[in-house]
């Protein structure tokens, strides 16, 4: 049987957006950057209510369909606990749709909310793995969990059940930063893999999985291995040809020895670097109707909790 939430606790979450694959670790390597969503849930007498401020507020479903309410509500159920009522408050930071991880922040965000509602009984682990399921792979939300880098992975059990979502945290160098220039236009995830191939060659395998050893060092102690770490065979060249704008400042940033990449699906082109990038390039980005925002590498979700 499950149990009543009291009408008048609320939790206070604060979630940070992430940036996924980091070029080559596809739908393995993520990172947790520092622009934030804020989500506040509070139980209430019945009904929902839903509000929306800042990014995707002229967008977003006010009712049940809403992301965030999803998933509080796998979240409550998983803790065993029922709320009569919710009103939900989200202020979003996070582009919407554009390779910074705001699906995943909100499947976090609800989850981790619920999660604390019901008096934190669910792991750490349970909650990447609730939030990962949302999007069917954990890169960008156990980021968003966990905080720092993450390296994640997908297991399928041979019974056919619900894949396990796993991660581990991965310290990443203070001196590391990010900067992302964001296209004033969407990029949908499902239609940008589309263009990938069913197949790749052994060689560009073997090639993945070598800079992708690489990135994780670069990442801890050796940022000097950024721009090699960030190299790729298995996506980026391919989804080129649906995200022109952004292939052609991943080229331009890289040949002037930046580690510049497509953020998850994009169309963002991240820059991971020990020192700001060159003004004169960001004003060029900025002509070019790119948004710039400079970034840190952030740490993990935040809660907080009050009762009336």
Request: aromatic fraction near 4%.
């Amino acid at each position: 049987m499950s149990i009543q939430l009291e009408v008048g606790t609320k939790a206070t979450v604060t979630v940070p957006g992430s940036s996924a694959n980091l070029g080559p670790g596809f739908d393995t390597l993520g990172l947790a950057v520092s622009i934030f969503d804020t989500i506040e849930v509070e139980v209430i007498d019945s009904g929902l209510e839903v509000e929306v401020y800042g990014e995707g507020e002229k967008d977003l479903p006010r009712d049940g369909s809403h992301l965030v309410v999803k998933a509080i509500r796998s979240g409550l159920k998983a803790a065993n606990v029922e709320a009569p009522g919710l009103r939900v408050v989200c202020t979003n930071s996070i582009p919407q749709s554009r390779g910074l991880g705001s699906s995943a922040a909100a499947s976090v965000g609800g989850v981790v909310a619920a999660n604390a509602l019901a008096g934190s009984p669910l792991t750490t682990e349970q909650v990447v793995q609730l939030s990962s399921a949302f999007e069917g792979h954990p890169d960008n939300a156990s980021a968003s969990v966990l905080g720092a880098a993450v390296v994640s992975w997908t297991t399928v059990p041979v019974d056919g059940s619900q894949p396990e979502y796993r991660a581990v945290p991965l310290p990443v160098d203070p001196r590391i930063r990010a900067t992302a220039l964001v296209p004033n236009f969407h990029a949908s995830t499902q239609a940008v893999r589309r263009v990938l191939p069913s197949h790749v060659t052994h060689t560009d395998a073997r090639f993945n999985v070598s800079r992708t050893a690489v990135m994780t060092v670069a990442l801890q102690n050796h940022p000097e291995l950024l721009w090699e770490g960030t190299r790729d065979r298995l996506h980026q060249t391919f989804r080129a040809e649906v995200l022109p704008v952004t292939a052609e400042w991943v080229n331009r940033l890289r040949n002037r020895g930046y580690a510049a990449y497509l953020s998850g699906a994009g169309p963002t082109i991240m820059v991971l670097s020990t020192g700001p990038v060159e003004e004169k390039i960001l004003e060029q980005a900025r002509e070019a109707e790119l948004r710039v925002i400079e970034l840190e590498v952030a740490g993990p979700v935040r809660v907080e909790v009050s009762t009336a």
